[in-house]
Each structure stands twice: as structure tokens, then as C-alpha cells.
């Protein structure tokens, strides 16, 4: 059974920094795309981050410009998500998405991925 298995959220203080992994166990997602959604109570999920098979391509949803970073270890088949200058509104559950389409990944499409992990909590406290 293929899963993406997310880790490293927790409680971090507004501007504190947290690293989240996504290992995908079951298969290789060397030739994915990979993303990072997040959710916030009442709101939404959308698209954070995405970087490509190769790590060619990268987006970021412009709020977090300049303060996360995507990255990937294929040899380890692990997705980072590197986030500095957290925020309270920021508090969300973080999933991790793999499509083999990097367009489908950059359109953000919730229906449109492949996989899904089910997600690390993220809290910001003030």
C-alpha cells in the first residue's frame, strides 16, 4: 500500500522555524512531483509548495516567499519543507501531495492528486 507518511510539526513560537518530512513508503516517487498543502480550521486547503522530480521547478504560494523552502533527497525519497518566520495564522495541518503531472501540482487541485499523506498539525502561538 502506497502511503506519503508526514512528520515534524508541533508547537513553535510566532517567528520560531519547524522542518517538515515527507517519506513516501510502498514506491519511489523519484518521478513525482511533490507538494505541500495546508489547512487551516475553517478554511480551505491550498497549495504551499511544490518542487518538481527533479528540483528543476519550484513554487511558493506568495505568502511564504522568502521564508519557506521546498527541497528533495531522491536517493532518500524524502520531501522537506523548511519554514522560518512561522506565523499564528499559519497554524494549519500540513499535507504532503505527489502527482506525476507538475502541472497539476502547480494548479493546486485537491481532486487532482495522486497521493495524499494525512497530515503533520502545525501550531503558531502568539
Known amino acids: 500500500q502506497v502511503q506519503l507518511v508526514e512528520s515534524g510539526g508541533g508547537l513553535v513560537q510566532a517567528g520560531g522555524s519547524l522542518r517538515l518530512s515527507c517519506a513516501p513508503s510502498?514506491?519511489?516517487?523519484?518521478?513525482?512531483?511533490m507538494g505541500w498543502f495546508r489547512q487551516a480550521p475553517g478554511k480551505e486547503r491550498e497549495l504551499v509548495a511544490g518542487?518538481?522530480?527533479?528540483?528543476?521547478?519550484?513554487y511558493y504560494t506568495d505568502s511564504v516567499k522568502g521564508r519557506f523552502t521546498i527541497s528533495r533527497d531522491n536517493a532518500k525519497n524524502t520531501v522537506y519543507l523548511q519554514m522560518n518566520s512561522l506565523k499564528p495564522e499559519e497554524t494549519a495541518v500540513y499535507y504532503c501531495?505527489?502527482?506525476?503531472?507538475?502541472?497539476?501540482?502547480?494548479?493546486?487541485?485537491?481532486?487532482?492528486?495522486?497521493?495524499w499523506g494525512k497530515g503533520t498539525l502545525v501550531t503558531v502561538s502568539s
Open positions: 510502498g514506491r519511489t516517487f523519484m518521478l513525482y512531483a
Open positions: 501531495a505527489a502527482d506525476k503531472s507538475w502541472a497539476t501540482m502547480t494548479s493546486g487541485s485537491i481532486g487532482g492528486m495522486d497521493y
Open positions: 518542487i518538481n522530480w527533479n528540483g528543476g521547478n519550484i
